[in-house]
């Protein structure tokens, strides 16, 4: 419901204050509920005031520190004080645009001392020092100023794009950080299986060869044992042949060999013997080398 009144009487609303005059002077407050004037005494109902909070966004434009501009959207919530009501009713036609004038002028006091980034970590300090001059303002003219929040900043779109791109490269350049990382780390490790690989392979080939070297050893003795009249060296001479014969055969069955050149004769057995031999020889000197 609204206020009602006449000549002779009104009614006001709660949440508001009436203001009574007579004879043109401020006479005394009147309280929510019904009200009886008398006319021909000069008295009547010259306004009425709301006692809620109201909220004034106010808009600003700025430059920081570091020379960008900004638009701050600041939230104000006021009230009149109703002991005050008087003050709030006589001394302010325009109680918005003077709040809207005292906020102006401190912010534009305020942020040109803050880069964009101090201005965006310090918003609250703002904000506060906001409410600290309009109530000491304000108060003077019967308002209370209940809150005042810093509802955004707004850069300019293009300082919008670069804080953005900005932001982008740093994560770029940290997530490139990690990768590398992480990519040496596994080169290490790969290097290091290889380099265990290679000295587990050469413990094995050493291996086989002992192995290969004591068989033909446990033949030589086996076969000198059994055939009287025979050496050392011929019975070594005759298994260096079948295994020579053994390989030729090897090769010829193997699909993936079409054509080997070897070169084979009478007087050429007795050279890969030797040096199937010396071959042997030589790996059973080295042998134990390798197993250390």
């Not at 204050?17 to 929510?32: K, Y």
């Not at 306004?47 to 104000?76: A, M």
């Not at 994560?171 to 990768?179: F, G, M």
Request: with cysteine.
């Amino acid at each position: 419901m609204g206020n009602t009144f006449c000549i002779l009487g009104g009614c006001i609303d709660q949440a508001s204050v009436g203001v009574v005059e007579r004879w043109g002077r401020f006479e005394h407050i009147a309280e929510p509920g019904c009200h009886f004037f008398n006319p021909l005494a000069g008295q009547w109902l010259a306004g009425v005031l709301s006692t809620r909070i109201n909220s004034l966004d106010v808009k600003i434009e700025t430059k920081t520190k570091d020379n960008v501009f900004v638009q701050l959207v600041c939230s104000i919530q006021y009230r009149v004080v109703k002991a005050s009501a008087d003050d709030a009713f006589y001394e302010l036609q325009n109680p918005k645009e003077q709040i809207q004038a005292y906020v102006f002028d401190v912010v534009r006091a305020l942020v040109p001392m803050m880069t964009l980034d101090a201005l965006f970590e310090q918003k609250g300090e703002v904000a506060k020092s906001v409410l600290e001059e309009l109530e000491k303002v304000m108060g003077a003219y019967g308002y209370s100023i209940e809150h005042i929040l810093m509802v955004d900043i707004l850069p300019d779109p293009s300082v919008r794009k670069a804080m953005n791109e900005i932001n982008a490269a740093q994560r770029l350049q940290l997530a490139s950080v990690y990768k590398g990382e992480a990519e040496k780390i596994l080169q290490v490790k790969r290097a290091e299986a290889e380099a265990e690989a290679k000295y587990l392979g050469g413990v094995g080939v050493a291996r086989q060869r002992q192995a290969i070297t004591d068989g033909l050893r446990e033949n030589i003795l086996n076969f000198s044992d059994k055939v009287e009249g025979t050496s050392a060296k011929e019975v070594m001479d005759l298994i260096m042949i079948t295994q020579y014969f053994d390989t030729i055969r090897d090769l010829g069955n193997s699909s993936k060999n079409t054509t080997v050149f070897l070169p084979h004769g009478p007087g050429h057995v007795r050279d890969i013997s030797d040096q199937i031999r010396n071959g042997m020889m030589e790996a059973a000197a080295s042998a134990p080398v390798n197993d250390v």
